[in-house]
């Protein structure tokens, strides 16, 4: 009888556990994205690693992912050693978009200006971007 509380009592927790790690994710989720890209922006060399394209990936297909930021993830994917395409319009609109929050314009602003890996001044922007996303 007292196992079955027990076991019945671990069971609620954990359940609690997922439901507020749930709830702390899907808060998080747009810092989360600014993060992983940011991130991946730090390691860019020429263009993302296949995890990182991979990451990009599971970004553009969250529902929860702006589109803003499904652009920026977008362009990131195409890299090839700079933006390509159509890529090079949106980011430039997405520079010039106050509405975008800082971070958005900024990385838009590093992407856009890429010449196959960020600046020095471009990664002390992306480590504050990293400092402000974490949470």
Known sequence: MKTKRVIS?????IIGQ??????????NSKNNAMYEMAEIMLRLKHFPSPAGKETLQVIIDDKATSKNQRILATAMINLQHKA???DVSKLKELIEDSTASQDERDLAKILYELDHRPTKENK???EKMLKDNSA
């Open 9 to 13: 009592l671990l069971l609620l927790l």
């Open 84 to 86: 390509v395409g159509a």
């Open 124 to 126: 002390q922007r992306l």
């Open 18 to 27: 997922l439901y507020s790690s749930a709830l702390l994710a899907a808060s």
